[in-house]
C-alpha cells in the first residue's frame, strides 16, 4: 500500500528472470550499503542472483525466495 512517509527499504518481488532486471539491481545495490533490498521471488535466474550474492556479500541484500 502506500505510506504516508518514505521508507527505509526497498523491495523486489517479481519473477527471478533476465528480463526484469534483476543482476542490475543487485550490481546497483552493491553500491547503496545504507538502503536494505529484500528480494521476493522464484524463476530461472534464482542461481544466478544466489551466486552473485555469495560472490559480492551485500550486507544489505536479502534474498527471501
Not at 527499504?9 to 550499503?33: D, H, N, Q
Not at 551466486?51 to 525466495?65: A, D, K, R, Y
Amino acid at each position: 500500500g502506500v505510506r504516508a512517509q518514505i521508507g527505509k527499504s526497498a523491495l523486489f518481488v517479481g519473477r527471478l528472470v533476465p528480463e526484469k532486471g534483476v543482476l542490475t539491481l543487485l550490481r546497483a545495490w552493491c553500491k547503496l550499503k545504507y538502503i536494505p533490498l529484500s528480494i521476493v521471488g522464484y524463476g530461472p535466474f534464482l542461481t544466478e542472483a544466489k551466486t552473485f550474492i555469495e560472490q559480492h556479500q551485500p550486507s544489505n541484500v536479502s534474498l527471501l525466495g
